[in-house]
């Protein structure tokens, strides 16, 4: 099999064109560009475009062309295109023909050319996309944005997702694998048709082997057994993973090959034991995500991917929940590499809408063939362990909704009957009183922590998780004083103390750590979300009962505040908080900055945020005293409307209240009376300089690498200047081009597209990409007034 990367010299145009598929149609001044690739990203932010989905234009007609040529040799062979997801409603045309149509952007699918080629002319493939607005309840992003290939076949050959990987028996000793194959006859007349299976471990090791003759009319499926000695176990510790190629003969000449990548575990769930990975008990402390990359937009990088999870793993992190919709390819091979479990979300809704133009428009055509694709194209993946068939459906509310969630359950264990199915459901008790519940293997509840215990009592039968929960808002480096419940703040930012301003359904962390804890038969939580997110700029932006109507009533804020961690990947306060919970390396946190001019004198809050057992606090090397963690509490303004409303004591976080002075605070960890984590904050003097930090210095010259560098604005001493808003200007020269720019302020409309940019809390990104030549990359900041820096990334 051929499988060529199709993302280079793609023609594009937006706007309405007529016979825009014909072969004739004059591209001429179409611009060029290469896949993946989002417009709405290029912006301009517009109030007319809806705060909901990021105020960019997601919506509207577009158009790409691509010519192409396939030799003459492959005349005989299959041809199809292969796109990983197309937002929204494509429509492809081959030759001027009609070749198929996928209206849900989330999924991937491949369409048969063999017809319409012209071997060894000129093609033309057309794509017509038309996402409409209020598609999504976040940004959807809108373009060709994930991957596409040319796959090019034998007669005889192993289709599009054509194995699935399972092993039925697992010891130390020895692992038992099932390869179901299947193999596609596309005209041959040969019955000469051997498989022959190979898997190969981490080192590139053959450890088995096996070798079937195939009786093959049309098409078959085959069952390949095979056997690992001293298997090594896929963990979320231990992310061990294997290979199995998969090669086809006819008349003992090699016609096609297919890999498989698979990893050998065990997963359990059990009412009293939780989740069992390999046996062992491990709770789920998990975020939901959705599927853009911040300043970088929609369009699939493998880096940006990444590094969001690298960033989410070292808080803690070792679930993923992808709200709400299927992922992209490359989510799954870094967690599957990261040892990051998934659970892999279908729908947002079903039949009902919740909003004007959401997937209901397409249910009862496409829901079957969208979600056996999903499943056929993940189950492979070691770290897939749930299958979510929807996030909080209005079917909750119907005495009939049970149809649909067995109907879906049930294509589910169709297709795969080695993971459960879930549901995120919000409306307790409609979910349980109308049966929805009863027709799901697990219950995902979202926002309802002190019923954990109830639900587990009135349903002995059935195992509970916490699928969405806190909801929790701020902005990074933001501070209000005092620290009060607000609805909303004149700045349009969330203090980053974590407690004040957010949704009706929303409560800080602290209510979920303490539910988790009280209730340990629940599999654990899934934040909402890892990372802030563009759209849906709760608190602010403004939300009517229908969930129709627009979500402009505090513009400029154009997306999310939930994030532990901001749009560009900088963590905010509350990153540390997570990380205190979930990890077992001492560390110790402490907030907020210490510049306050004008308040000499004044009381500050200090928050400490620790995993270890003592924490002291000095100020400008004054002790202010140790605090226990677990017995001396902190109050916390708590609005969450199943909690008296007024305060919450949590043994969360430590805290303070000191005389503001100029000069520095810093915190101090200790177990068992031995200092293991420290952390200063120092006032910072005038702002002097810009310093650049690279996640890399060294990446790929294959013209996506990514280098994410950190600009900060700080002092003649290094200290960072934390209320600096300097706008910074970038040159970039050598083998490398600007990706995106941001700085992480839910309420700024610069474009993440030109070299500059306004430093927020002190800090902004500036992401490069790699050209396909090896070299250097020179990158300048500079900021008027202020001591310039170079730096040199290395492209291989």
Known sequence: ???????????????????????????????????????????????????????????????????????????????????????????????????????????????????????????????????????????????????????????????????????????????TINIETKLENYGSSASDVVLKTIVKNKEGNVVAENTLKVNLNKNSTDNVELTVENPEFWDISNPILYEATTSVFVNDVLVDEYATEFGIRTIEFDRKKGFLLNGNAVELNGVCMHHDQGPLGSAINYRAKERQMQIMQSMGVNALRTSHNPPSPEILQICDKLGIVVIVEAFDEWKIGKVKNGYNKFFDKWHETDLRDMIKRDRNHPSVIMWSIGNEILEQGKKDGWKVAKMLNDICHDEDNTRPTTVGFNYYPAPFDNKLAQFVDIVGMNYWPENYKEILENNPDMIVYGSETSSQTSSRGVYHLPIEFKEKHETNHVSSYDVTVGPPWAYAPD??????????????????????????????????????????????????????????????????????????????????????????????????????EVVELFVNGKSYGKKVKGKDLTKIPSEYHEFEKGMYKTKYRLSWKVPYQPGSIKVVAYNGGKEVATKEIKTASKSAKVTLVADRTEIDADGSDLSFITVK????????????????????????????????????????????????????????????????????????????????????
């Open 1 to 175: 099999m051929s499988d060529q990367n199709f993302n280079k010299d793609w023609l594009f145009q937006r706007g309405e064109i007529k016979r825009g598929e014909s072969i004739v149609f004059d591209d001429s001044n179409w611009r060029n560009l290469n896949l993946p690739h989002d417009w709405a990203i290029e912006g301009p932010f517009d109030k007319k475009y809806n705060a909901r989905t990021g105020g960019l234009p997601v919506h509207g007609e577009a158009w790409y062309r691509k010519h192409f040529v396939v030799s003459k040799e492959n005349k005989g062979k299959k041809v199809s295109i292969e796109f990983d997801g197309a937002m929204s409603n494509a429509k492809v045309w081959l030759n001027g023909e009609f070749v198929g149509e996928r209206p849900y952007g989330y999924i991937g699918f491949e369409l048969d050319l063999t017809k319409q080629i012209k071997f060894g002319e000129d093609n033309v493939i057309a794509v017509q996309l038309n996402p409409e607005d209020l598609s999504a309840r976040w940004y959807p992003g809108a373009g060709i944005y994930r991957n596409v290939r040319l796959k090019i076949n034998n007669s005889i050959h192993i289709p599009q997702y054509g194995t699935f990987v399972t092993t039925p028996k697992i010891t130390k000793e020895k692992a």
């Open 713 to 796: 604005i700080e002092d003649k001493d290094g200290n960072l200047s934390p209320m600096a808003k300097n706008l910074i200007k970038f040159k970039i020269e050598g083998e490398g081009t600007l990706a995106a720019v941001g700085n992480g302020d839910p309420t700024s409309l610069a474009s993440f597209q030109i070299p500059e940019r306004k430093a927020f809390s002190g800090k902004c990104l500036l992401v490069v990409k790699s050209t396909e030549k090896s070299g250097e990359i020179k990158i300048t900041a500079s900021s008027e007034g202020l001591e310039s820096q170079v730096i040199i990334v290395k492209t291989n």
């Open 511 to 612: 209510i979920e750590f303490d539910a988790q804890a009280k209730e340990s038969r629940s599999l654990g939580e899934f934040l909402w979300t890892g990372f802030d997110y563009l759209g849906e700029p709760t608190p602010y932006g403004g939300r009517d009962n229908s969930s129709h109507g627009y979500w402009n009533d505090d513009w400029p804020s154009r997306s999310s505040y939930f994030g532990p961690v901001d749009l560009s990947g900088f963590p905010k306060d509350r990153f540390y908080l997570y990380q205190s919970q979930w990890t077992k390396e001492p560390m110790v946190h402490v907030l907020p900055h210490w510049n306050w001019e004008g308040k000499e004198g004044d009381k500050i809050p200090v928050f400490a945020y620790t995993n270890a």
